[in-house]
């Protein structure tokens, strides 16, 4: 079936530090694929998204790019703040897998100021 | 726009004691999700509604677990009874349609500690 594997965290950074969350998958089929950011006590927000390969998602200085190639979607972002320290989700949504959201385990971010 | 609906926030019980989660999903949003999310882990899926038709149920615990959403809007999720393996976050979240790349929007979650 459908999976998503993520990098184990935490994750420790400094401020302004460049970030890499690395995000594999498994699917039939064509899948979109999401990163979803977790913020303390809230619920999971949408942070990007890619429909096809080759296509990326972007939001809030994040990035990643669909790599079917690969079965890849990497977050990356430039420069990190503390205010970036949340659990980061991978997921992806096929409709050969009947439209079901398959999450990763999550990565857990800390950026120190 | 209101953001998806949970209540309660927080909820503990013992083992063997029933509860019930509410969730209300963003005005408009015909398909409602039921996630258990264990800690350290992803969300998993255990119920998928699309309008008031249970559309996906295959990993809800049904000897246990119970869920309804009459009129197609509230949804209501019932465990009976608890069990210490139930504690985890209860997330509900909603979307216009099913598929991609329509997102799903989440609600906050109830925290359910089984004692």
């Known amino acids: 079936g459908d999976s998503v594997t993520q990098m184990e965290g935490p994750v420790t950074l400094s401020e302004e530090a460049f970030l890499t969350i690395n995000c594999t998958y498994t699917?039939?089929?064509?899948?979109?694929l999401f990163w979803y950011v977790q913020y303390p006590g809230e619920g999971l927000q949408l942070l990007l998204k890619a429909t096809k390969a080759d296509d990326k998602g972007s939001n809030k200085g994040f990035e990643a790019t669909y790599r079917k190639e690969t079965t890849s979607f990497h977050l990356e972002k430039g420069s990190v703040q503390v205010s970036d320290s949340a659990v980061y989700f991978c997921?992806?949504?096929?409709?050969?897998?009947?439209?079901?959201?398959?999450f990763g385990a999550g990565t857990r971010l800390f950026v120190k100021a | 726009e209101a953001g998806v609906v949970q209540s309660p926030r927080y909820k503990i019980i013992e083992k063997k004691q029933p509860v019930a989660f509410w969730c209300n999903p963003i005005s408009g949003h015909n398909t409602l999700y039921w996630y258990r999310q264990n800690l350290g882990q992803g969300p998993e899926l255990l119920i998928r509604?699309?309008?008031?038709?249970?559309?996906?149920d295959s990993q809800l615990p049904k000897d246990r677990f119970s869920a309804e959403r009459l009129k197609g809007v509230d949804s209501t999720l019932k465990i009976q009874p608890a069990e210490l393996g139930d504690s985890a976050v209860y997330l509900c979240?909603?979307?216009?349609?099913?598929?991609?790349?329509?997102?799903?929007?989440f609600g906050p979650g109830t925290r359910l500690t089984v004692t």
């Open positions: 509604y699309e309008n008031e038709e249970a559309v996906d």
């Open positions: 997921a992806l949504k096929s409709g050969a897998g009947g439209f079901k959201t398959i």
């Open positions: 979240a909603s979307s216009l349609v099913p598929s991609a790349p329509y997102e799903q929007y």
């Open positions: 699917a039939t089929g064509y899948p979109s």
